[in-house]
């Protein structure tokens, strides 16, 4: 590779979320990441194999519930990628101190300069282009720039969030090749009534806010010492008293419970000056309900998925999976059914978003009283020194 695309980069794996949007099949015991939505391997799997390339990538840091700790044994065997270390969260607390956590595994276990974070349950129709994508963003993260990944959009979807790009970077004549197609962030905008999608699609300028994003390391930590002081030292110090069982890092509970429960956007790429876009169309979907996955699916002539024992008559635009027993639809246009054998799901597509209230519902319905990790060091990391490069990183330096 030429120097400015030079230096490897650690992946970090946001592996977490519920995926309740996609119940019945979906659950707590195994959520969306670990479901064989498209193709033959899970979405997790998929996401692994996407960064397997070993000159551009190092090995990942997984951030992880340790619910799903025998599940993520043996979706880690079956892609055949080790991680450097799986990170499990003590409690959900959004994207910010998932991201924390994973930067300061990264500087103490020296491995990349940059960390890709990529969210687990997003399906990549063309990974190539996305790869192009990274390779290009590199320029901006070598001078500093926090680059997120924006989606050209199909069409005015209001389940997304956007991004406005603003101006070209450029860093003078002898760069500007590097930079090329790497936009200044104008501002976010939450997800949008329909009329404003369409108005700002045609007034262009406006991409599908991806959750994919690439950070350097070192000013990632410091940037979010300025804008999140407490996040950042409740992360520190959650990971100097965790337990350690060979890859696995249990932070300590009761220090992380200190760290804000915020996203990435609005914790850092929202406030910083340094924020920067990459537009790209890698054919992505967030697979964030079952028209989202109807729309990935191969479908029959009157636009009918189905998948497992299924029977339909005189229905079109439906998307019919049965897990289960036999699965008959009549005389229906536009729905979802989904049968798991354990739990039925109807609904027309136009409400697929509202999916997650029933799983809501099932889960307070059912809700039982699980137990929290253990706390307390039992164990050392993977690098002996450990514990002597996390007590390095706070207090952090400030960004000139």
Not at 108 to 122: C, E, F, Q, T, Y
Not at 206 to 216: A, D, T, V
Request: aromatic share 6%; net charge negative.
């Amino acid at each position: 590779m030429a120097n400015e695309t030079s230096g490897l980069i650690t992946p970090v794996i946001l592996a977490g979320g519920s995926g309740t949007r996609l119940w019945p099949l979906s659950s707590d015991q195994r959520p969306k990441q670990f479901q064989t939505v498209s193709g033959r391997r899970s979405m997790f799997q998929q996401t692994l194999m996407r960064i397997a390339d070993p000159g551009r990538f190092t090995a990942p840091i997984i951030i992880a519930n340790h619910h799903h700790a025998d599940l993520l044994d043996a979706e880690i065997a079956a892609s055949g990628i080790k991680p450097a270390a799986i990170v499990f969260e003590p409690e959900g607390r959004n994207t910010a101190p998932a991201i924390t956590l994973a930067a300061m595994m990264v500087l103490a276990l020296r491995l990349g300069d940059n960390i890709l974070v990529m969210p687990s349950d997003h399906a990549i129709g063309n990974p190539g282009k996305l790869i192009s994508a990274i390779d290009k963003a590199r320029a901006a993260v070598r001078r500093g720039f926090f680059v997120t990944f924006g989606i050209t959009p199909s069409g005015p979807e209001t389940c997304y969030g956007y991004i406005r790009q603003g101006a070209q970077l450029t860093d003078g004549a002898d760069m500007a090749d590097h930079i090329a197609g790497i936009f200044h962030v104008e501002r976010f905008v939450e997800k949008p009534p329909r009329d404003k999608a369409e108005a700002m699609l045609a007034e262009g300028g406006y991409l599908w806010n991806s959750g994919m994003f690439l950070f350097p390391v070192t000013a990632l930590l410091s940037e979010l010492s300025r804008l999140q002081p407490a996040t950042v030292k409740a992360c520190q110090q959650s990971l100097t008293a965790a337990r350690i069982e060979g890859r696995a890092v249990h932070p300590d509970g009761l220090a992380f419970s200190d760290a804000e429960a915020i996203s990435i956007d609005y914790a850092l790429m929202e406030k910083t000056e340094h924020a920067a876009v990459v537009p790209t169309d890698p054919l992505w979907n967030d697979v964030g309900s079952w028209t989202s996955v109807w729309q990935m699916s191969d479908r029959d002539q009157l636009q009918n998925v189905t998948i497992g024992d299924v029977i339909l008559h005189d229905v079109s635009g439906a998307y019919v999976r049965s897990e289960g027993p036999l699965t008959a639809v009549v005389g229906l246009s536009d729905v979802i059914v989904v049968n798991t054998g354990d739990a039925v799901i109807v609904a027309a597509k136009s409400h697929a978003q509202d999916i997650r209230r029933i799983a809501e519902a099932v889960k307070s319905r059912s809700a039982a009283a699980v137990g929290t990790p253990p706390t307390g060091k039992v164990d050392t990391i993977l690098d002996p020194a450990m514990e002597e490069s996390l007590a390095e990183i706070m207090p952090l330096p400030r960004r000139a």
